[in-house]
């Protein structure tokens, strides 16, 4: 019998359906944060809300690291400020007045993409 060789990337590439888990992941970071953290603070938690504080503090932790470990500094600076700060598309370009909206969007895309592609790594899409 002949040997199977598998070759698997060490990096593996995000596709479309992984843009849009971490997009819908970014959207929904700050209810995951704010519903685990108050899970947190109660004493007697259900086994089920045992299960969500687990998964979002995960998962909320999880896009932190990612988005801090966009290269991009502008790019990191406008993802921080709409998704971990929570601030809607209209705030985040307010704030980023020395840019465009177009730069401003095209600085969400290029976040979602690394975001992306570090959740896939490290398993979290």
């Known amino acids: 019998m002949g040997a199977v060789i598998i070759q698997m990337e060490l990096f593996p590439r995000a596709d479309k359906t ?9 959207k929904r970071y700050s ?4 519903t685990a953290n108050a899970l947190n603070n109660r004493s007697l938690l259900s086994d089920k809300e045992e ?10 932790d999880a896009i932190e690291m990612a988005v ?12 921080e400020y709409r998704f971990l700060r929570g601030f ?12 465009t909206d177009r730069s ?10 690394s ?9 979290a899409i």
């Open 18 to 26: 992984d843009y849009e888990a971490a997009r819908s992941m970014l």
């Open 31 to 34: 209810r995951m944060r704010q």
């Open 51 to 60: 299960l969500v504080k687990i998964e979002y503090h995960q998962k909320a």
């Open 68 to 79: 801090n470990l966009i290269q991009d500094d502008g790019v990191k600076k406008v993802m």
């Open 88 to 99: 809607p598309r209209w705030g985040t370009v307010n704030r980023f007045q020395s840019i």
């Open 104 to 113: 401003v969007d095209r600085r969400i895309v290029r976040g979602i993409e």
């Open 115 to 123: 975001v992306a592609e570090t959740l896939k790594l490290i398993g």
